[in-house]
Nanobody, 124 residues
Framework: QVQLVESGGGLVQPGGSLTLSCAAS????????IGWFRQAPGKEREGVSC???????YYTDSVKGRFSISRDNAKNTIYLQMSSLKPEDTAVYYC??????????????????WGKGTLVTVSA
C-alpha cells in the first residue's frame, strides 16, 4: 500500500522560510516522478513543483527562485524548501507521485498517489 506523508507545515511570517517533507512508503521514489501541489482557501489545487526520475525539475512561475524541490533517495523522502514566503503562498501543500513532470502543455500532471497535506500559513 502506497503512503505519502507530508510534514513541516506551520505558521511563518512573510519573508520567512519553511521546508516541507514527504516520506513515502510502498514505493521507491527514486523511480517515480514526484511533485508538490497546493490548494489555497477557495481556490483550485495547483501544481507548485515537480521532479522527474531522470533529474528534470519544474516550478510554476509564482515560486521560481523562491522554492526548491529535492529528493533524498536513501530516506525515500522528498522536500520542498520555501523561502521569501508571501501571504499568497498560504495553502494546504500536498506531495504526489507517479505522474508527469514537467506537466503537459495544459498543466496536467496526472499524479496517481497523494498525501493528505500539510497546512502552510504565511501571516504576520
Amino acid at each position: 500500500q502506497v503512503q505519502l506523508v507530508e510534514s513541516g507545515g506551520g505558521l511563518v511570517q512573510p519573508g520567512g522560510s519553511l521546508t516541507l517533507s514527504c516520506a513515502a512508503s510502498g514505493l521507491t521514489l527514486d523511480y517515480y516522478n514526484i511533485g508538490w501541489f497546493r490548494q489555497a482557501p477557495g481556490k483550485e489545487r495547483e501544481g507548485v513543483s515537480c521532479s522527474s526520475s531522470d533529474g528534470i525539475t519544474y516550478y510554476t512561475d509564482s515560486v521560481k527562485g523562491r522554492f526548491s524541490i529535492s529528493r533524498d533517495n536513501a530516506k525515500n523522502t522528498i522536500y520542498l524548501q520555501m523561502s521569501s514566503l508571501k501571504p499568497e503562498d498560504t495553502a494546504v501543500y500536498y506531495c504526489a507521485a507517479n505522474g508527469w513532470c514537467p506537466p503537459s502543455p495544459g498543466g496536467y500532471y496526472g499524479m496517481d498517489y497523494w498525501g493528505k497535506g500539510t497546512l502552510v500559513t504565511v501571516s504576520a
